[in-house]
């Protein structure tokens, strides 16, 4: 086996982490001594140990000029684990390749350093390209302070996301659905526009046993969300955050007060977030949500919210799942609705990411340029 073929490894394993990481990296580390594999491991929940610990935990043997093979340089600093320099320096291992540098301001570069001086040989940026693949998440979230965002939907082959009497359900087959409760998994929250809860009174949840539930996060800008709405009724049991355009004083201001009261009384958070134009500003509700530790939103709004999220410039990717139908017609609605643009030179340009077949539907992912 080759440098290549280990660092692969060590890939495949930091995958066994998605979803449960977060906020932190998912990172995957192989130990290799004689040419054999003698530990491995990856970091598999927030809190507990990291990638480098759980494979010098699963040593067969003496590690002592063996090469590490991690997704991500070392962290060097005390947090919620002991640093993980000292793990590799106690073993003696001789050689550390890494593929993506961290960009924490805590490690970046300084765990390579340490490793260095220590009489380490360390290699940086093997396969770095598809070592940051790993982790779009959390360097954007380290250097923006604000979520990822993935807007997903799902279509048909004429673009369309429901029929002309509205009705949704389904688009797409089973195959592609269960797709979608694993990526609700993947993401810390999950927001949606009060269009969607009032026309389709979802629960935004993950319905596959085993797998974590995101943050629901509705935008609302007049607090219309109803009281026996699921969402509502479910609050105490997974978090849910509202975000609505509320002023403080003036006409409805005490109609607003007393709507929030008995939210908070269902267990439902409110934030107040107004632009100028009395609508949520996603921007500012970005950077709320960063204070609150969500480093990831699944965007699953309807043409509307969509629309918005584009304009404001906070949508990082799309994840688009079309569908082998054709619904026709005018009227029927789109994945973004709004005015659009006025010339093609001024549409929001893409770069395919992946295109995957997910039973009979197509599932293709862009960055947003």
């Not at 063996?66 to 000292?86: D, I, N, Q, R, S």
């Not at 609700?184 to 974590?212: C, E, F, S, W």
């Not at 934030?271 to 965007?299: C, H, N, W």
Request: charged fraction near 25%; hydrophobic fraction near 40%; proline fraction near 5%.
């Amino acid at each position: 086996m080759t440098d290549r073929d280990y660092m692969m490894r060590a890939i495949e394993l930091a995958k066994g982490g998605l979803g449960w990481t977060s906020p932190n990296p998912l990172v995957g580390a192989v130990i290799v001594k004689d040419g054999r594999i003698i530990g491995e491991g990856y970091h598999e929940r927030c809190g507990k140990l990291h990638a480098e610990r759980n494979a010098i935990a699963s040593l067969t043997e003496s590690a002592e000029g063996a090469t590490l093979y991690v997704t991500l340089e070392p962290c060097c600093h005390y947090g919620k684990t002991p640093p993980c320099t000292e793990a590799i320096l106690e073993q003696k291992i001789a050689r550390v390749v890494i593929g993506s540098r961290d960009p924490n301001p805590l490690v970046a570069g300084k765990g390579a350093a340490i490793l260095r001086a220590a009489g380490v040989r360390v290699e940086e940026d093997f396969m770095r390209e598809e070592c940051d693949a790993l982790n779009p998440v959390f360097f954007h979230y380290i250097t923006k302070k604000t979520p990822y965002v993935v807007m997903k939907y799902a279509m048909t082959a004429d673009g369309k996301i429901a029929a002309r009497t509205g009705d949704s359900k389904w688009i797409t087959g089973e195959s592609a659905r269960k797709k979608v409760q694993e990526l609700r998994h993947q993401y810390m929250g999950i927001m949606a526009g009060i269009g969607t809860v009032l026309a389709d009174d979802p629960m935004l949840n993950v319905r596959i046993p085993g797998l974590k539930s995101p943050v629901r996060i509705i935008c609302d800008s007049g607090l219309r969300i109803p009281m026996d709405s699921q969402i509502v009724k479910t609050a105490k049991e997974y978090r849910t955050i509202v975000a609505y355009a509320g002023e403080h004083s003036g006409e409805g201001c005490k109609e607003a007060e007393e709507k929030e009261e008995q939210l908070h009384t269902a267990g439902v958070e409110t934030v107040s977030v107004p632009d100028a134009d009395g609508r949520v500003d996603l921007r500012k509700l970005m950077e709320y949500l960063g204070k609150q530790g969500i480093d990831s939103v699944l965007l699953e709004g309807g043409g509307t919210l969509n629309d918005a999220a584009l304009s404001a410039g906070i949508v990082n990717e799309i994840c688009a799942f079309i569908a082998p139908k054709i619904f026709g017609g005018a009227g029927a609605k789109t994945p973004v609705s709004g005015i659009g643009v006025a010339h093609p030179a001024e549409a929001v340009m893409l770069t395919l990411r992946q295109m995957e077949t997910i039973g009979d539907d197509l599932m293709l992912r862009y960055s947003v340029d």
